[in-house]
């Protein structure tokens, strides 16, 4: 919905007004609030998502920041847009393929404490039983949230947000040491923004990108390879988008 207001050019407040409320999702109706509020006072993005980094992962808050600062906040919204639907299929497809697991784990709840039935201590029974029930609820959510964030956080998901990123900065025209810290940003990657933070702004700015993401062991020869071939044509977006669609495979479809 914001993706479509700022296509026909309506400004924050009106288009996020037109999105809805979001009832039904209490974080993405926090973040719905807080960004309809904010835009109201004429706040920047960048300022509102610095405020409540809870509310967004780092790979969406340094986009929707490119996006403002280079004026291709429409772009970024759809991309956006396409991350989340790929997001919501991969956590269907983790749901389905935990399903038959966490059937039988719920068969066992239930017949696991049996032999306390038998010799007819029918109220330990249910008690065992409603105990391992709540667990089994509790415990699921939280597993499934884990596996899901580590099927995001895998090597091939962090390469691809990284090309984006790149991508999208450096046809932006920002200058080399802001396009690194955004990618590394929306790469959300510990040793990657390790690698980067020992460096100085005039380093990150001077360098080419290779040079400047080529530490040993930080990326993959095929990531190098392709960014020595970007930095010497300066076609960023034929080279990085389309190693960064081979990364995602079919999580980016």
């Given at each position: 919905m914001?993706?479509a207001?700022?296509?026909?050019?309506l400004?924050?407040?009106?288009?996020?007004?037109?999105?809805g409320?979001?009832s039904?999702?209490?974080?993405?109706g926090?973040?719905?609030?807080?960004l309809?509020?904010?835009?109201?006072?004429r706040?920047?993005?960048?300022?509102?998502?610095?405020?409540?980094?809870?509310?967004?992962?780092p790979?969406e808050a340094?986009?929707i920041?490119?996006?403002e600062e280079?004026?291709?906040?429409?772009e970024?919204?759809k991309?956006?847009?396409d991350?989340?639907?790929?997001e919501?299929?991969?956590v269907?497809s983790?749901?389905?393929k935990?399903s038959?697991?966490?059937?039988n784990a719920l068969?066992?709840?239930f017949?696991?404490?049996f032999?306390i039935l038998?010799?007819?201590?029918?109220?330990l029974y249910?008690?065992?039983?409603?105990g391992?029930?709540?667990?089994?609820?509790?415990l699921?959510?939280?597993l499934?949230?884990?596996?899901a964030?580590?099927?995001?956080g895998k090597?091939?998901f962090v390469?691809?947000?990284?090309c984006?990123?790149l991508?999208?900065?450096v046809?932006a025209?920002?200058?080399?040491?802001?396009?690194?810290?955004?990618g590394?940003k929306?790469?959300?990657?510990?040793r990657l923004a390790?690698?980067?933070?020992?460096?100085t702004?005039?380093e990150?700015g001077?360098?080419?990108?290779a040079?400047?993401?080529g530490?040993p062991g930080?990326?993959?020869?095929?990531?190098l390879a392709?960014?020595r071939?970007?930095?010497e044509?300066?076609?960023y977006?034929?080279?990085?988008?389309?190693l960064a669609?081979?990364y995602?495979?079919d999580?980016?479809?």
């Amino acid at each position: 919905m914001w993706y479509a207001g700022c296509s026909a050019g309506l400004p924050h407040p009106v288009a996020l007004t037109a999105a809805g409320d979001f009832s039904r999702s209490r974080v993405v109706g926090t973040l719905h609030k807080h960004l309809l509020e904010g835009t109201r006072r004429r706040e920047s993005l960048a300022a509102l998502t610095r405020v409540r980094p809870d509310l967004l992962a780092p790979f969406e808050a340094a986009l929707i920041e490119l996006g403002e600062e280079t004026g291709r906040l429409e772009e970024i919204f759809k991309l956006l847009g396409d991350y989340f639907q790929a997001e919501y299929r991969m956590v269907l497809s983790i749901k389905r393929k935990m399903s038959y697991p966490m059937i039988n784990a719920l068969a066992a709840i239930f017949i696991a404490p049996f032999p306390i039935l038998f010799f007819g201590n029918s109220a330990l029974y249910l008690l065992t039983v409603a105990g391992g029930l709540v667990m089994a609820v509790s415990l699921g959510g939280t597993l499934l949230r884990s596996v899901a964030r580590w099927y995001g956080g895998k090597r091939e998901f962090v390469l691809a947000r990284l090309c984006r990123a790149l991508a999208l900065a450096v046809e932006a025209g920002l200058p080399l040491d802001r396009v690194v810290d955004l990618g590394v940003k929306a790469a959300d990657d510990p040793r990657l923004a390790a690698h980067v933070k020992g460096m100085t702004v005039r380093e990150r700015g001077t360098q080419t990108l290779a040079s400047t993401l080529g530490g040993p062991g930080i990326l993959p020869h095929e990531v190098l390879a392709a960014l020595r071939v970007a930095d010497e044509t300066g076609n960023y977006r034929d080279t990085m988008k389309r190693l960064a669609t081979l990364y995602d495979g079919d999580y980016g479809r």
